[in-house]
């Protein structure tokens, strides 16, 4: 990637600092984080270190991002630094935007703001922790501030990524030409399969493989993870899944739109699999002290999720016996549909990450 150019001074300039650890959700959150914020005027520079997923993740690019290495030599003069997720932005450049922060407070002029974005959490803790400042004592950005801005699900939090023209690209999408070109019939379940390697893979996929007279399953699996745990199952030949290419983040917006149970997995399809407003049910990234139980638990009780979803998210997340997942129902669809939209419906009520984010911000220059 070559180095940034100078960016012009006539717009809000951003930079935002992403370290892709594995899986692909912290680059799939920063580029929706880049790409709105430009949709919304402001000049990005997308500070990466490896930026190969974007080649199917975002083949378009968007307008006002640019994106350049993590370690890029600094050039440009931001308003705002997000470091994403607990990264730190390279030695060379904190110790020059901490000049720069010197020379503006010096000069009474507004000063350049550091903010790490946070992971995304139900628990308690976020809303405590949100919008708290970390003086820096010591290293290449002593003299700073840096601000902690926590994404969530509630109103005393940063809310959640969603873009201006979400519901319109919604209410434009044609549900009916998209199942029809995948070849999934009109009475057909439409399931989507996003996952790592739930040990209940086997027990849903013995569930898909015997239809009833009013249950028509349909698998639809994504590339990576979810593609080698299919099919590393006795139940793969059984199923028939539809396997998908990699596509685009507005494609896998669609594919969600377009099923009628979402299995997702991470903090970037957990988010869009709430504005999509179907059936879901998440696979959160497992951690070794299984800090990811209370997690979950705390998701789902902001989520309000009847029995038969809690139970059904405690075995596909290893937390209960893989023979206890509920059996999928045409019923039990309606009531996690319920339960969706009216989360969906909460959500939508409060402001969105980025209409925090901006104004938090400007607060702090």
């Known amino acids: 990637m070559p180095d940034c150019l100078t960016a012009p001074q006539h717009s809000p300039q951003w930079d935002i600092f992403c ?38 993740m975002a083949p378009q690019g968007a307008p006002n991002v640019r994106v350049c290495s993590y370690d890029t030599v600094y050039a ?28 503006c407070q010096q000069a009474r002029q507004p ?47 940063g809310g959640l990524l969603r873009e201006q023209a979400l519901a319109q690209r919604q209410a434009q999408f044609d549900r009916t030409a998209w199942r029809k070109a995948h070849g999934i019939q009109a009475q057909d379940c439409a399931i989507s399969l996003f996952c790592y390697e739930p040990t209940a893979l086997p027990q849903l996929l013995q569930q898909i493989s015997t239809p009833a007279p009013d249950w028509h399953p349909a698998l639809i699996v994504t590339p990576g993870r979810a593609t080698v745990a299919v099919q590393s199952t006795a139940w793969a ?16 917006d669609e594919m969600l739109w377009a099923c009628d149970l979402n299995l997702v997995r991470g903090e970037d399809s957990l988010v869009r699999a709430l504005w999509a ?25 902001w989520l309000q999720a009847p029995a038969s979803l809690r139970a059904f998210h405690h075995a596909w997340n290893g937390m209960a016996d893989a023979a206890t997942l509920p059996a999928i129902t ?18 939508q009520a409060q402001s969105d990450l980025i209409a925090q984010l901006q104004p938090f911000a400007m607060e702090k220059s």
């Open 330 to 347: 045409p019923a039990l669809l309606q009531e996690w549909r319920d339960c969706a939209l009216q989360a969906r419906a909460n959500l």
């Open 19 to 56: 370290q892709v650890i594995d899986n692909f959700g912290d680059i799939g959150v920063c580029w929706r984080l880049a790409a709105e914020l430009g949709a919304r005027g402001v000049q990005v520079t997308l500070r990466i270190d490896d930026a190969s997923a974007l080649a199917w």
């Open 76 to 103: 440009a003069h931001p308003d705002v630094v997000i470091e994403a997720f607990g990264c730190e932005a390279p030695a060379p450049y904190l110790h020059a935007l901490a000049q720069r922060h010197a020379q």
């Open 237 to 252: 030949a059984q199923v028939a899944p539809i396997y998908l290419p990699t596509r685009s983040q507005p494609e896998f």
């Open 111 to 157: 000063l350049p703001v550091l903010i790490n974005l946070e992971y995304l959490s139900a628990e308690d803790y976020v809303e405590r922790c949100h919008r708290l400042p970390s003086r820096i004592m010591a290293g290449p950005a002593a003299g700073m501030t840096r601000w902690f801005f926590y994404p969530g699900f509630t109103e005393h939090t």
């Open 277 to 301: 407003g179907q059936p879901f049910v998440w696979h959160i990234y497992p951690q070794h002290d299984n800090a990811h139980h209370a997690k979950l638990e705390a998701f789902l009780d």
